[in-house]
């Protein structure tokens, strides 16, 4: 339309505020945003957006935004050059590696970044010479990855918001969806006008909980006696599925004994004050109403128990049979937009893009990638030792600080800190975070909005923690409107966002500043080596198409590999030629658009999409399909709940079951084949080899037999995806 009669474009772009991943549709005229509508035939927003969505421009253009760098002097900013703050902050961390190594130094990246930016900071940390980085994943659902993937293999939701109107019934526990993730719930309203039954567990009566069937008031912090409960009722009427249980599951017998003679009805109501009928209903709805989903946020991950919650959560869902199929699944409604894909290829302090350890093997795997010499990557590290030491986590640098050594189980000495997106007000412990932050030699935010970290840097503490050569700098970073790149939802699909707008004011984008950074710490070259530069208000910036592309060749653990940019842009383009009510009676379909196989029931590109961009795989919506192709994010898996293991209790509600769990490529006849294709048959025991080749996956370990061998070489511990490429002679496995 016409706004000012200027001259008028549409930018697609993605809501920023939440993982669902509505599409939006910027109204540009002269270069400003003007205007905004919801993509309308996006097959997640449905037309729709949530208040949040609707305010996505402000963001942008927000009052507040940092306008220029900024240093505190005598307790207050002050607007300083670009080029001031940059080689003021270079100087300084080069002065702290010097003296201290460069583990003094922490790295805090931001689940808001896109994933080139979130890949380029994991890759800048490890050209730097440390693995002392982190991220919010951190603090919102690093008790689920570990816990989904130490059950059934990948870290991640299995199924997808859309996939929610499959769903006969779903039980939500710990999500308050209709505030949180407003617009999933939009597919959960359109499923119950089909007559899909809606529980909420929840202590509080939220908005969510307005919509349910039946509301369930749960304790606060009893969700596993709650689902225990529920299993309590499934067993005892015998309605778990028998043949699934047989085919997919080891030690659900185990589980059985245990949940019957510790979860009584008398012992559930007394720990969740829910009585006996109530909790047969919801066992009765959940498995009379098949396939029926379980949806999990915030409210379960973020217990000290978190993982033992999320842990009964997959139980009750695989006695159930709903694992791997659509309607079915967990639905684990992530926060932030790309909390997923910062997971996946981003700042992790004990893992590499794409969940390679940090052995030698993931090493080198990316020393060709970059295309850097090993041993001069190996050199970054020579005198720290860091190699293949884990970094300290987000929620324990203050201790590196402080001085509690003991509680990061290394000795770091940490003076200076980069706050690259992300604020201490999301986690616990602030007047200790306070103290650290004034003992620092250095403190950067990088931010496009002056944060609460600026805000606290700032604020007077106690003088005897101040040191008196602190530094403290503010940068300002670009909004994700003000740039391009993929960002993944929860439901583990890639999304193209075009550029809006130039970066407003002085703001460079994070990978500009992350290349900036580099050229003066002195490895701007060796990161930016494999990438074209494009110019950005007259200055360098790496492509974002080519840190994808140098993401899809290397990651083959857990399916970044058919994403490429063209793909995804062509996706985002072409979501008008779907007509989603037909394709969703069709079932998940594939459609032809320019020449690119699509699937139009759900969106994006969700992972594992294995192969070449020219394979034209439409990716994963629903993970473990048994009538899937492994190679198609389908194939089996043996979740393993066998009560006593090595003398652990699995179902221990102290956080111990997640300690526990095997998991299998499914393929028992497999895992001997690729261990020999891969060359690596030889490092096996005896005892080994023949358990490998016994086929008897109840009484061999070859699952974790083969998951410590290709740990060893580098490849992701539990999905062996990448193996699995191999065999299949994928290129550049
Ligand atoms: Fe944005 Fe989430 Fe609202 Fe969608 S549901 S418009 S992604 S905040």
Not at 83 to 111: F, H, T, V
Request: hydrophobic fraction near 35%; aromatic fraction near 10%; include cysteine.
């Amino acid at each position: 339309g016409v706004v000012g009669e200027g001259k008028i474009e549409v930018r697609r772009t993605v809501c920023s505020h939440c993982s669902v991943g509505c599409a939006i549709d910027a109204v540009v005229e002269n270069g400003v945003w003007v205007r905004q509508e919801p993509v309308f035939d996006s097959p997640i927003n449905l037309g729709a957006h949530c208040a949040k969505g609707a305010a996505i421009r402000e963001h942008g253009h927000g009052e507040y935004r940092l306008r220029y760098p900024m240093k505190l002097v005598d307790g207050k900013y002050q607007r300083i050059s670009w080029d001031q703050a940059l080689n003021e902050i270079s100087a300084k961390i080069l002065e702290l590696r010097k003296a201290s190594g460069p583990e003094a130094m922490y790295w805090i990246g931001s689940s808001k970044h896109s994933n080139e930016q979130s890949y380029l900071m994991r890759k800048f940390v490890s050209l730097w010479g440390s693995n002392n980085c982190d991220h919010q994943a951190r603090i919102c659902h690093s008790t689920t990855v570990s816990g989904v993937a130490n059950t059934w293999g990948y870290g991640a939701m299995t199924n997808s918001y859309n996939d929610m109107q499959n769903s006969k019934c779903a039980l939500y526990i710990g999500s308050n969806a209709a505030e949180a993730h407003p617009v999933s719930m939009l597919h959960m309203l359109h499923a119950k006008e089909n007559g899909t039954k809606m529980i909420v567990a929840d202590p509080r009566f939220t908005r969510t909980a307005a919509k349910a069937d039946e509301y369930v008031r749960i304790r606060s912090g009893s969700d596993i006696p709650f689902l225990f409960g529920v299993l309590y009722h499934v067993f005892k009427n015998g309605w778990e599925d028998k043949k699934y249980i047989n085919d997919r599951v080891y030690g659900m017998e185990d589980v059985r004994k245990d949940v019957m003679a510790k979860w009584t009805p008398d012992k559930v109501e007394e720990a969740c004050g829910v009585p006996e009928a109530t909790v047969y209903k919801v066992a009765e709805m959940m498995a009379k109403n098949r396939p029926s989903t379980i949806v999990w946020c915030m409210g379960q991950t973020q217990h000290s128990i978190g993982n033992a919650m999320v842990r009964a959560s997959c139980i009750l869902q695989l006695a159930l049979g709903n694992i791997g199929v659509s309607g079915g699944g967990a639905n684990i409604f992530r926060g932030h937009d790309n909390v997923q894909g910062a997971t996946d290829v981003g700042p992790n302090p004990d893992s590499l893009p794409g969940y390679y350890g940090i052995v030698e093997g993931s090493w080198r795997h990316y020393a060709k990638v970059w295309g850097v010499d090993y041993d001069w990557i190996k050199g970054r590290f020579a005198n720290v030792g860091m190699m293949s030491k884990p970094g300290i986590t987000v929620s324990r640098w203050i201790d590196g600080v402080l001085e509690k050594n003991e509680l990061i189980d290394q000795d770091p000495n940490l003076r200076g800190v980069v706050y690259w997106g992300h604020a201490p007000n999301s986690q616990t412990r602030g007047v200790e975070m306070k103290r650290a932050m004034d003992k620092l030699d250095l403190l950067v935010v990088i931010d496009p909005y002056p944060s609460a970290t600026a805000a606290m840097a700032a604020m007077p503490g106690k003088p005897e923690d101040l040191n008196p050569n602190r530094a403290v700098y503010l940068l300002p970073a670009a909004t994700q409107f003000e740039t391009s790149g993929s960002v993944t939802a929860s439901n583990r699909s890639l999304q193209w966002r075009e550029k809006v707008i130039e970066p407003l004011w002085e703001s460079r984008s994070d990978h500009m500043i992350m290349y900036q950074l580099a050229e003066k710490l002195g490895f701007g070259k060796e990161l930016v080596k494999n990438y074209k530069m494009q110019k950005v208000k007259g200055m360098d910036e790496p492509l974002p198409d080519d840190i994808l592309r140098e993401i899809n060749k290397s990651n083959w653990t857990i399916g970044y590999t058919g994403q490429s940019p063209e793909r995804l842009q062509a996706h985002m383009r072409n979501m008008s030629a779907f007509d989603v009510k037909t394709l969703r009676a069709k079932g998940n379909v594939k459609d032809k658009v320019n020449g690119y196989d699509l699937t139009g029931d759900y969106f994006g590109l969700p992972w594992p999409c294995f192969g070449t961009p020219e394979l034209k795989h439409p990716g994963t919506h629903v993970l473990y399909n048994p009538s899937l192709h492994v190679m198609d994010g389908g194939g089996n898996f043996r979740a393993n709940f066998g009560v006593e293991r090595n003398g652990v209790n699995l179902l221990a509600e102290d956080g111990s079951a997640s300690l526990g769990a095997d998991i299998q490529t499914g393929y028992p006849e497999f895992d001997h084949v690729l261990l020999k294709k891969l060359g690596w048959w030889s490092e096996l025991t005896d005892a080994e080899k023949a358990a490998a080749e016994g086929k008897n996956w109840k009484t061999d370990l070859s699952g974790g037999i083969i998951r410590v061998v290709m740990k060893n070489h580098g490849c992701h511990p539990f999905g062996n995806a990448k193996a699995r490429a191999v065999v299949w002679n994928f290129p550049d496995a």
